[in-house]
């Protein structure tokens, strides 16, 4: 298989000692991903089902880590066909507790990209 995870970025908002469970997010979504996708070839009819699919897969997990956490989850699937794709998000909020994870994975056909906001209650 040729499957690729993007190395590990940090927001310069999220600071070191934060209370945020990053490093669970990612391993939530890192399992997620693979497990939906299964090494499938882009097949746009299948791509709601894997959005939704992942989604309520990765959103049930992070309730399941019972954290103090309004989460909100996004994924974009698309063809690799060698595209760019280039997204911003900016969010107001406290740096001290509250964070987003985003995750990057591709196979030869497919690129997922996931990101997980989290605000604490």
């Given at each position: 298989?040729?499957?690729?995870?993007?190395?590990?970025?940090?927001?310069?908002?999220?600071?070191?000692?934060?209370?945020?469970?990053?490093?669970?997010?990612?391993?939530?979504?890192?399992?997620?991903?693979?497990?939906?996708?299964?090494?499938?070839?882009?097949?746009?009819?299948?791509?709601?089902?894997?959005?939704?699919?992942?989604?309520?897969?990765?959103?049930?997990?992070?309730?399941?880590?019972?954290q103090p956490y309004k989460f909100i989850v996004?994924?974009?699937?698309?063809?690799?066909?060698?595209?760019?794709?280039?997204?911003?998000?900016?969010?107001?909020?406290?740096?001290?507790?509250?964070?987003?994870?985003?995750?990057?994975?591709?196979?030869?056909?497919?690129?997922?990209?996931?990101?997980?906001?989290g605000l604490q209650i």
């Amino acid at each position: 298989s040729n499957e690729k995870r993007w190395p590990k970025t940090r927001s310069m908002f999220e600071p070191e000692e934060s209370p945020f469970p990053a490093e669970e997010i990612r391993n939530i979504v890192l399992e997620a991903i693979p497990s939906t996708i299964q090494g499938a070839n882009y097949q746009s009819a299948l791509v709601p089902q894997w959005t939704s699919t992942l989604v309520e897969t990765i959103l049930k997990k992070l309730v399941a880590l019972a954290q103090p956490y309004k989460f909100i989850v996004s994924c974009t699937i698309m063809q690799r066909v060698g595209s760019g794709l280039h997204t911003a998000a900016l969010c107001l909020w406290d740096a001290t507790t509250d964070g987003m994870v985003t995750e990057q994975w591709n196979n030869d056909t497919v690129q997922v990209i996931v990101t997980t906001y989290g605000l604490q209650i």
